[in-house]
């Protein structure tokens, strides 16, 4: 995979993926992969804004944005960004919210392009975690955790 910038986070690095002015990817990368500096001044922008959001959990983000998405994925991401910073919701009050089903909600979480951005990890399972990024394995779920202990200890 082609990035435009690795940045390292506080649990690992993030593979940062653009095209022209507008990011179009982070991916979790393994933590042997090392940091890189951005390719280019919008590389450099996004890995600012999300050095901030590190830093302050309620930073604001204010980046252009362009990724393929279905309708339903589009309107779940959308309700997804207006969870505000330090709450959370279940996949099946999204779902009601949206007037889908848990299941379809969950699968828009895990093929959003752009974790972290787009707050897919303030979304929670009814009587737990649930997952992060189509999975369950502990190394991922140990990022959601961080992300919301991170949220909810300053936001």
């Known amino acids: 995979m082609n990035y435009q910038a690795k940045l390292s986070a506080p649990f690992g690095i993030l593979g940062i993926r653009c095209e022209d002015d507008a990011l179009t990817g ?17 590389a ?7 050095t ?18 279905t309708a339903h994925q589009q309107r779940v991401w959308q309700a997804i960004s207006a969870i505000p910073c330090g709450q959370t919701r279940s996949y099946g009050e999204l779902a009601r919210q949206l007037h889908s089903g848990a299941q379809a909600v969950g699968q ?8 972290v951005i787009i707050p897919c990890h303030r979304v929670v399972g009814r009587t737990g975690l649930g997952g992060f990024m189509h999975n369950t394995g502990n190394t991922m779920l140990d990022i959601k955790r961080w992300l919301l202990a991170h949220e909810a200890n300053q936001c």
């Open 26 to 42: 982070i991916d979790f990368l393994p933590l042997t992969d090392s940091p890189e500096p951005a390719s280019c001044l919008f």
């Open 44 to 50: 450099e922008a996004v890995c600012g804004q999300l």
């Open 52 to 69: 901030r959001y590190f830093d302050n959990p309620d930073a604001q983000f204010s980046l252009a944005l362009k990724y393929p998405s």
């Open 108 to 115: 828009a979480c895990g093929a959003n392009p752009i974790p």
